[in-house]
């Protein structure tokens, strides 16, 4: 198992085969994919298949969103990381986009911040990377405000699947 990072309260390392039921807990859930295109998951073969397709980025790009786990408790609480967008997304191609997913009961206790911010020192110090993009659905204020708060600034806003979405950027210093 490789852990890609470390901050005070949480363990940011690859994906398992294991994570499959943390996985189904958290895109089952329909308030989590409010924004996201309502594409919940219901069983634990399409968990194994995020699974699957994501340690495959690993392998192919080098990088793909980590598992975030608690350190007191050792207890999946969702992903969160980079992922190399490889196909075209608002007249951009292999990009690295900056993402967070939280199963609920974790939201608003800061852990999104803190797996960001260990996600963009990775990005910058590890991977060499000159700026970081994220995307985020307009109505979806939580998470802008921590896509700002990290330091992305809106830059625009487009068309992202029939729904308006903020095209954010942060670059390096």
Do not use: C
């Not at 199963?103 to 990005?123: F, M, P, Q, R």
């Not at 910058?124 to 405000?145: C, G, H, T």
């Not at 992202?160 to 210093?173: D, M, R, S, T």
Request: proline content about 2%; aromatic content about 10%; glycine content about 8%.
């Amino acid at each position: 198992m490789k852990i890609y990072a470390e901050t005070e309260r949480l363990i940011l390392r690859e994906l398992l085969p294991d994570d499959v039921n943390g996985i189904l807990e958290l895109d089952s859930d329909p308030e989590v994919h409010r924004y996201l295109g309502n594409t919940t998951i219901n069983t634990t073969e399409e968990s194994s298949n995020i699974i699957t397709h994501i340690r495959n980025q690993y392998t192919k790009n080098g990088i793909g969103r980590w598992a975030v786990i608690e350190k007191e408790t050792g207890l999946f609480m969702g992903w969160s990381g980079l992922k190399l967008i490889t196909t075209p997304t608002n007249n951009h191609i292999n990009y690295y986009d900056l993402g967070y997913r939280l199963i609920k009961k974790y939201w608003g206790k800061g852990y999104a911040t803190e797996s960001a911010l260990a996600s963009i020192d990775y990005a910058f110090k590890q991977l060499n990377v000159n700026e970081i993009y994220a995307i985020a659905d307009v109505n979806n204020q939580a998470s802008i405000r921590i896509l700002e708060k990290v330091g992305l600034k809106r830059i625009e806003i487009f068309d992202y699947g029939g729904v308006p979405h903020y095209w954010l950027k942060l670059e390096k210093q």
